[in-house]
């Protein structure tokens, strides 16, 4: 894992910075005049972003989110990779892939056109290997300005196809989730985890007013969040991805999570722009794939 002495090459003065936080664990602090954000280097999980133009942030991290090495951050952008949920058919390998919980590094930095730059690389292990024996090199491009923009890029090394599923699990922190409204997928087929993974489809705009977990297929659009109560609206953009994940807990399990306060989920919503299930992907031999997205928050 790299320490705080070998960072120094990537650090840009005024711009990004890194430093041991929490748990242990080694951040990236990005501010520039457009916004700013932190990075935990363990899991190129992304903890913050908070557009300088916008009173709120716009990503949401729990006031008891737990930091501590292996162990995943409740909030922010976890990267779920190489499979979104459940393992296809080993149940006892961690649900959404191991690259949320292990450590990653720092390959490039940069900046431009207003926007400051970090790319940060999965460091692949034994332990990882035992989970995942295939020679697929993956990278996470992370930009930071007005708007908060992530390229998650996987290569297939190897010389024969890979099966990825994939997912950047994005926590948006809302006014209040029974006021928000999420725009975009009308028409849309979903699987309704719920309602043990039966198929529905979406007519209108969601609304929320108990545990929603669902997976849309088949969808490339931008997602649009209302929110009334802060007035504003955020844009989920994406590219590379055929899924929208959508998820709040509701009380009872956000209870049993441990990791809430107990009024914590009625501030955030998660919209994941994903490739699962019917849109799980399969890597050719030299083949790379990206799943790019972009959030950006306006006046309501």
Avoid at 43 to 68: I, M, N
């Amino acid at each position: 894992m790299q320490d705080l002495s070998s960072l120094r090459a990537f650090a840009i003065p005024g711009q990004l910075s890194f430093r041991a936080g929490a748990g242990g664990l080694v951040f990236a602090d990005i501010d520039n005049p457009g916004g700013s954000a932190s990075i935990a280097l363990q899991g190129a999980h992304l903890t913050s972003f908070h557009p300088k133009a916008q009173r709120e942030p716009v990503v949401w991290l729990s006031e008891k989110a737990r930091f501590a090495p292996g162990k995943s951050i409740r909030g922010g952008v976890p990267v779920c990779w190489p499979w979104f949920g459940a393992h296809a058919s080993e149940p006892t390998f961690p649900a959404h892939g191991f690259a949320r919980t292990v450590p990653w590094e720092v390959v490039d930095s940069g900046s431009a056109d207003g926007a400051t730059t970090i790319t940060l690389r999965l460091v692949f292990s034994d332990a990882t290997h035992a989970l995942w024996p295939h020679d697929t090199p993956v990278e996470l491009r992370i930009s930071v300005a007005d708007a908060l923009a992530l390229e998650l890029t996987t290569l297939n090394a190897g010389e024969a196809p890979v099966p990825l599923g994939e997912a950047l699990h994005s926590y948006f922190h809302v006014g209040d989730i029974a006021e928000v409204e999420l725009r975009g997928l009308d028409g849309c087929a979903y699987l309704d985890k719920t309602e043990a993974f039966a198929r529905k489809q979406q007519s209108g705009p969601l609304r929320f007013a108990a545990e929603t977990d669902r997976v849309y297929v088949d969808t490339r659009s931008t997602c649009v969040i209302d929110d009334v109560r802060l007035r504003r609206r955020i844009h989920v953009a994406k590219q590379g991805s055929a899924s929208t994940v959508v998820w709040t807990p509701w009380a009872d399990k956000a209870a049993a999570m441990g990791d809430y306060t107990a009024e914590g989920w009625r501030s955030m919503l998660c919209v994941e722009s994903a490739n699962a299930a019917d849109n799980a992907l399969t890597l050719q031999p030299d083949e790379a794939h990206v799943l790019a997205v972009r959030y950006s928050a306006e006046a309501l």
